[in-house]
T-cell receptor
Framework: NAGVTQTPKFQVLKTGQSMTLQCAQD?????MSWYRQDPGMGLRLIHY???????DQGEVPNGYNVSRSTTEDFPLRLLSAAPSQTSVYFC??????????FGSGTQLSVL | GQNIDQPTEMTATEGAIVQINCTYQ??????LFWYQQHAGEAPTFLSY????GLEEKGRFSSFLSRSKGYSYLLLKELQMKDSASYLC???????????FGTGTRLLVSP
C-alpha cells in the first residue's frame, strides 16, 4: 500500500516548456487535488476532482490543466511554464473529503 | 472571502506546553483540520474538529469555537521532533475545498 505517489521529486524547466506532474493513489479515494506551496502563502488549491471524469478549478488554476480518466491517477499539466510557477507542488487524496493524504511533493523551478 | 490567521513563528522548550492559535473568517464552515509539516516533507494529518469543544489525541489536543471563529492546537510534553510547521485548514463552502493558513513554524529547543 504505497498511498499517494508523486513524480518527479525535482524538476527544472525553461520558460515556455511544458511538462506533466504525475500523481497516483492506491487507496481507492474518490477525491484528489493539487496544491502549490509558496513561502508565506500557505497551500493553495490549483485543481481538484471528486471522481473519475470530474474535475474543477481551485483558487489558482491559471496555467494548469488536469484530467481524471481513472480513480487512481490525477496528472497536473503545465502548458507553458512561467517563472511564477516556481513552487513546491503537492498532490493529495481523501475519502469523501475527509483528511488529506499528501504525496511527497515536487520541487519545480522555472528559469 | 476566506481568511485564516496563525502566528508565523513560535519557540518553546523541550518538555513544555505550547498553544498554537488559529482564527478564521470563511464563507461557510464544514470543519477545521490541523496538519503537521516537517521541513522538506509533506503535511500529515493531526486532528479534525467540526463541533465546538476539545478533541484529545495523545500529546496533541485541538479546540474549536465556531461562534468565535477560533481554534487552537495544544502540544504537551514537547519533544525535539515536534519542531515543524503546523497548518490550520478550514473546509469552507465546498466539501472538497480546504483553505489553508500560512502555517506556524514551531522551534523546540533543549
Amino acid at each position: 500500500n504505497a498511498g499517494v505517489t508523486q513524480t518527479p521529486k525535482f524538476q527544472v524547466l525553461k520558460t515556455g516548456q511544458s511538462m506533466t506532474l504525475q500523481c497516483a493513489q492506491d487507496m481507492n479515494h474518490e477525491y484528489m487535488s493539487w496544491y502549490r506551496q509558496d513561502p508565506g502563502m500557505g497551500l493553495r488549491l490549483i485543481h481538484y476532482s471528486v471522481g473519475a471524469g470530474i474535475t474543477d478549478q481551485g483558487e489558482v488554476p491559471n496555467g494548469y490543466n488536469v484530467s481524471r480518466s481513472t480513480t487512481e491517477d490525477f496528472p497536473l499539466r503545465l502548458l507553458s511554464a512561467a517563472p511564477s510557477q516556481t513552487s513546491v507542488y503537492f498532490c493529495a487524496s481523501s475519502y469523501r473529503g475527509e483528511k488529506l493524504f499528501f504525496g511527497s511533493g515536487t520541487q519545480l523551478s522555472v528559469l | 472571502g476566506q481568511n485564516i490567521d496563525q502566528p508565523t513563528e513560535m519557540t518553546a522548550t523541550e518538555g513544555a506546553i505550547v498553544q498554537i492559535n488559529c482564527t478564521y473568517q470563511t464563507s461557510g464552515f464544514n470543519g477545521l483540520f490541523w496538519y503537521q509539516q516537517h521541513a522538506g516533507e509533506a503535511p500529515t494529518f493531526l486532528s479534525y474538529n467540526v463541533l465546538d469543544g476539545l478533541e484529545e489525541k495523545g500529546r496533541f489536543s485541538s479546540f474549536l469555537s465556531r461562534s468565535k471563529g477560533y481554534s487552537y492546537l495544544l502540544l504537551k510534553e514537547l519533544q525535539m521532533k515536534d519542531s515543524a510547521s503546523y497548518l490550520c485548514a478550514v473546509r469552507a463552502e465546498s466539501f472538497q475545498k480546504l483553505v489553508f493558513g500560512t502555517g506556524t513554524r514551531l522551534l523546540v529547543s533543549p
